[in-house]
Nanobody, 123 residues
Framework: QVQLVESGGGLVQAGGSLRLSCAAS????????MGWFRQAPGKEREFVAA????????YYVDSVKGRFTISRDNAKNTVYLQMNSLKPEDTAVYYC????????????????WGQGTQVTVSS
């Protein structure tokens, strides 16, 4: 089993920044890829970013490229999502997830999920 706990969400003005963290416990953190997804009110959950087990490969949805950065610290069992130049359309509940594969943008590939953290961007 893997437990994932997100933190770092909150209310920020458009153009601001937030850094989300996802702390993992359970099976060896460095064994799996990690991803961030988000779900806005009334919308389906969507992929945001993913990082391989080593941190050497990353992938982003087009809408966040150049603004968001995913990273991980395997010594701290933590994955991060640095979000800059935030827009009101980034408002959503953000979830981290663990994937025992290489790296994926497909929700069904992920084995474990956190409870989510709310990010609200005001205009």
């Amino acid at each position: 089993q893997v437990q994932l706990v997100e933190s770092g969400g909150g209310l920020v003005q458009a153009g601001g920044s937030l850094r989300l963290s996802c702390a993992a416990s359970g099976r060896t953190f460095s064994s799996y890829a990690m991803g961030w997804f988000r779900q806005a009110p009334g919308k389906e959950r969507e992929f945001v970013a993913a990082i391989s087990w080593s941190g050497g490969s990353t992938y982003y949805v087009d809408s966040v490229k150049g603004r968001f950065t995913i990273s991980r610290d395997n010594a701290k069992n933590t994955v991060y999502l640095q979000m800059n130049s935030l827009k009101p359309e980034d408002t959503a509940v953000y979830y981290c997830a663990a994937d025992f594969g290489f790296l994926s943008w497909e929700e069904y590939e992920y084995d474990y999920w956190g409870q989510g953290t709310q990010v609200t961007v005001s205009s």
